[in-house]
Structures are given as structure tokens and as C-alpha cells.
């Protein structure tokens, strides 16, 4: 086993300044992983392959749609990374934009939604979801806390895809693709504090414009619930992150020695 191969590693695809993995990469970093963040937004190239000492992937938000490569030019390499990541098994994390892509690179349908949510809400799982060994591990029971920021949503999920997690404001609020891919619209890797380090930053943002609400009062509301929110989706990240323990240890088992 080489020295590189002694911690699992996630590749983490940051497509906003505002966005890198926050809560979520230090919660998996609780239990012995690695994250590597490649900086989109920046200029730093996307693999449109999952590199072959990656146990995982993780796909942040932004403020572009799914589809909107001429802004973000990057944006096709990421979709065929996650498109690859699926095929191959590779544990995938897909949060906000980062779900929405997920869908987009595999025949599923992103668009704009009816209405746009910013800030808490409450999401509840489906009958699968109350089985599935990821989202069962959310700390919450009936009503889960949720941080949202969005206005496009996930209008039709990718052959094969099973919901989890749903509300009535947008109904796919996660879900699995195969075994181990994992898209999100909601932000599991917020809290309080990093909402509201969101909102001096919104001036102009297009969902906050639709959505006609007091972004500083949204702002309080996630922040009254940042301990329930934790309590809710640290559990659900180390659940995932389980998954990425499992493909590592199955990687180094077949791997050649040094």
C-alpha cells in the first residue's frame, strides 16, 4: 500500500467562492477522511473522470443553473465526472447545484421551480427513505430542519433514481441514484452562522429576488435552529461517509503494494 493510500480521500468541486465544503467536510473529517477541494470558480481544472485515488465525491452549490456553461466552463467536465462516478460506484455527494448537476449528468431534468425557498424549512423522508442506510441515519424524527438557498430544482429525476426526501415546496429534496450517489437540494452544511455569512453577500441574488423575503429575518430562523440542524445532518455525513470508508477499504484491498 502506497503512503497515499493510507486515508480515504473525497474530491470536493467548489463552484462558488461562497460554497467550499464547510460543515460536511468537517464532519467527514471526524472520521478519518481526506477532502480534497478543486476550486472551480478559481480556474482550476475538473478531471471528467473520477481520479483512481478518489473514494468519493462531493459536489458543492453556486449560483448557476445546472446547464449554464457559458458562465461556468467547467460545468460540462463536472457533470462528466459525476456521470463517470456513477457508473463506477464511486460514493457521490451532491449538494444544491451539486445535486441538480448530479441529475443533469444523467438524464434527469433541472429547471427553474415555482417558487424559490431561502431558509429554514422542513423536509420529511419517503417510505424509501426511512430505509435507506443514509438518510435513516438523519438525527431527526417526522418534520427534519433544513437550511435551503434556491430557486432551480430537480423537475425530473435520472432513470432509476429513488426519492428519499421531500417537501411540499419542492418535491425532490434528495435522493439516491444507484448505490452510493447521493444528490441534495437542500445545504446540509450549513448552520446558522455560515446562513448568515451568506447574506451580505445576496445583493442581486436572482433566487432572493423571487423568493420576497426578509433574507435578514431567514437569517435568524436558521440561526434559532442551528443546533437541531447539526444534530439532524452530522449523523446523515458520517452515514455517507461510511459508504466512502467501505469503497476505500475494497480499492485498497485490490491495489498493489509498495
Known amino acids: 500500500m502506497t503512503a497515499d493510500s493510507l486515508r480515504p480521500v473525497v474530491l470536493a468541486i467548489r463552484n462558488d467562492l461562497t460554497d467550499p465544503p464547510l460543515l460536511v467536510g468537517d464532519w467527514l473529517g471526524e472520521i478519518g477522511i481526506e477532502i480534497r477541494v478543486i476550486c472551480a470558480d478559481a480556474g482550476e481544472s475538473v478531471p471528467i473522470s473520477v481520479p483512481d485515488d478518489v473514494d468519493g465525491v462531493i459536489s458543492m452549490g453556486g449560483g448557476m443553473g445546472a446547464n449554464d456553461d457559458d458562465s461556468a466552463p467547467w460545468l ?18 451532491g449538494i444544491c447545484l451539486g445535486g441538480q448537476l448530479l441529475a443533469a449528468a444523467n438524464d ?48 425530473m429525476l435520472p432513470p432509476g433514481a429513488t426519492l428519499l426526501l421531500t417537501n411540499d415546496a419542492c418535491r425532490v429534496q434528495g435522493y439516491r441514484l444507484g448505490s452510493n450517489a447521493y444528490g441534495f437540494q437542500l445545504h446540509p452544511e450549513l448552520d446558522g452562522d455560515l446562513f448568515n455569512w451568506w447574506v451580505p453577500l445576496s445583493d442581486g441574488d436572482k433566487a432572493l429576488e423571487r423568493a420576497g423575503i426578509d433574507v435578514t429575518v431567514a437569517g435568524e430562523q436558521v440561526a434559532a435552529a442551528s443546533d437541531a440542524l447539526v444534530a439532524a445532518w452530522r449523523p446523515m455525513a458520517h452515514a455517507w461517509g461510511a459508504l466512502v470508508l467501505d469503497y476505500f477499504r475494497s480499492r485498497t484491498a485490490t491495489s498493489p503494494t509498495t
Open 76 to 93: 460540462p467536465a463536472e457533470r462528466a465526472m459525476l456521470r463517470d462516478a456513477v457508473s463506477r460506484g464511486i460514493p457521490v455527494f
Open 108 to 155: 434527469g431534468v433541472v429547471e427553474l421551480g415555482e417558487t424559490a425557498e431561502i431558509g429554514l424549512s422542513f423536509i420529511e423522508r419517503t417510505a424509501e427513505g426511512e430505509t435507506d442506510p443514509v438518510i435513516s441515519a438523519i438525527g431527526a424524527a417526522g418534520s427534519i430542519p433544513a437550511a435551503q438557498w434556491h430557486q432551480d430544482h430537480v423537475a
